[in-house]
């Protein structure tokens, strides 16, 4: 797997040089339009995808978001990656769902064929998920940040839900990921006003949990992953269930699962290594057993 994304890097070097059509191509032979792909990290265990629609401030449109997930997908079966960034441009990580692709969308269209449900992918991912935020982060692309498990903003980040702007309302878990995040009065006043929050009131609000110089936020964010990255994968995998189910289940139910998985470490050859390794006074050696 590390020397298809070896070479994958290689081929698509060559094919953005050659300007082909855009499209990044991998050696499996599929193309990457809207987004760019390659691991990152000394030991090259950070996934990283690179939303790349400069001209269109990275507007979600459908092909693109296929190609987040069809990612996503190729990073959990690469059992070399530990952790995935996400990222856009230093003017915007995404300006929302593509407007000119909804414009003439009917209800009927919407509904029956459940549109935008794919959208979701990025919340089920099982390894931890890092958004990387310069710029605007507006409706679909502050949801998108939002279904990530961390997310670092670039000092001149701009967060916001502006679809009441357009006559509609966010429909990828703005009204409820945001309100989870930052509480009713906030989150009810950038959902009815439309108005932005700057990434310092991010910070202070509870959704982003660090701001960086805008050319030191992608290193951050690949620093932060390669240390997830170093961890016992099977653990990280269960400290994500547990903290994702707080936002799903009552105390009393949520504690009862945190001591479950707790339990559930006892089980793997990791948490006895990790515990030996403090013991024996030496760094740990996790297998991902
Ligand atoms: N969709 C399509 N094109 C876009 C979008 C977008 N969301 N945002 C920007 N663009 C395009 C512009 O049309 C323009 O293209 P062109 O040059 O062909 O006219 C180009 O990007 C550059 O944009 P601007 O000229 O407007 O750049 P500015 O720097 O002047 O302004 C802004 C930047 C403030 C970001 C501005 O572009 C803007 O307001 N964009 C729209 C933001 C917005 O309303 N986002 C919400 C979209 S709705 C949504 O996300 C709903 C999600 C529901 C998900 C449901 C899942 C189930």
Same mark, same amino acid.
């Given at each position: 797997?590390?020397?298809?994304?070896?070479? =994958?890097? *290689?081929?698509?070097?060559q094919?953005?040089? /050659?300007?082909?059509?855009?499209?990044?191509?991998?050696?499996?032979?599929?193309?990457?339009?809207?987004?760019?792909?390659?691991?990152?990290g000394?030991?090259?265990?950070?996934?990283?995808?690179? /939303?790349?629609?400069p001209? =269109? /401030?990275?507007?979600?449109?459908?092909? +693109?978001?296929?190609?987040?997930?069809?990612? *996503?997908?190729?990073?959990e079966?690469?059992?070399?990656?530990?952790?995935?960034?996400i990222?856009?441009?230093?003017?915007?990580?995404?300006?929302?769902?593509?407007?000119?692709?909804?414009?003439?969308?009917?209800?009927?269209e919407?509904?029956?064929g459940?549109? *935008?449900?794919?959208?979701n992918?990025?919340?089920?991912?099982?390894?931890?998920?890092?958004?990387?935020?310069? @710029?605007?982060?507006? @409706?679909?692309?502050?949801?998108?940040?939002?279904?990530?498990?961390?997310?670092?903003?670039?000092?001149?980040?701009?967060?916001?839900?502006?679809?009441i702007?357009?006559?509609?309302?966010?429909?990828?878990?703005?009204?409820?990921? +945001?309100?989870r995040?930052?509480?009713?009065? /906030? =989150?009810?006043?950038?959902?009815?006003?439309?108005?932005?929050?700057?990434?310092q009131?991010?910070?202070?609000?509870?959704?982003?949990?660090?701001?960086?110089?805008?050319?030191?936020?992608?290193?951050?964010?690949?620093?932060?992953?390669?240390?997830?990255a =170093?961890?016992?994968?099977?653990?990280?995998? $269960?400290?994500?269930?547990?903290?994702?189910?707080?936002?799903?289940?009552?105390?009393?139910? @949520?504690?009862?699962?945190?001591?479950? *998985?707790?339990?559930?470490?006892?089980?793997?050859?990791?948490?006895?290594?990790? $515990?030996?390794?403090?013991?024996?006074?030496?760094?740990?050696?996790?297998q991902?057993?």
């Amino acid at each position: 797997m590390a020397m298809f994304f070896r070479s =994958a890097s *290689l081929v698509v070097r060559q094919a953005t040089a /050659l300007s082909l059509a855009g499209a990044r191509r991998y050696s499996t032979g599929a193309p990457y339009q809207y987004i760019l792909v390659e691991k990152k990290g000394e030991k090259q265990d950070v996934g990283f995808i690179q /939303l790349n629609r400069p001209k =269109a /401030l990275n507007a979600l449109c459908d092909g +693109l978001m296929k190609e987040v997930s069809q990612a *996503l997908d190729a990073f959990e079966e690469d059992s070399q990656v530990g952790a995935i960034v996400i990222t856009g441009s230093e003017k915007a990580f995404a300006a929302g769902a593509d407007i000119k692709e909804m414009q003439n969308r009917t209800f009927q269209e919407c509904y029956s064929g459940n549109f *935008l449900s794919h959208w979701n992918k990025v919340s089920t991912v099982k390894k931890p998920v890092i958004a990387a935020v310069n @710029g605007f982060a507006l @409706g679909g692309g502050c949801e998108l940040a939002m279904m990530c498990d961390i997310i670092y903003a670039g000092e001149k980040a701009q967060f916001g839900q502006p679809e009441i702007l357009l006559g509609t309302i966010p429909g990828a878990g703005g009204t409820q990921r +945001l309100t989870r995040a930052v509480g009713k009065s /906030l =989150a009810m006043e950038m959902v009815l006003t439309g108005d932005r929050v700057s990434a310092q009131e991010a910070k202070q609000s509870g959704l982003v949990s660090k701001v960086f110089p805008i050319d030191q936020l992608v290193p951050e964010a690949i620093k932060c992953g390669e240390k997830i990255a =170093a961890h016992s994968k099977i653990i990280v995998a $269960m400290g994500k269930e547990a903290v994702n189910a707080a936002f799903e289940l009552t105390l009393t139910e @949520g504690n009862r699962l945190e001591k479950r *998985l707790f339990h559930s470490t006892f089980a793997t050859d990791d948490r006895k290594e990790g $515990m030996t390794a403090f013991v024996e006074k030496r760094k740990a050696s996790f297998q991902d057993k």
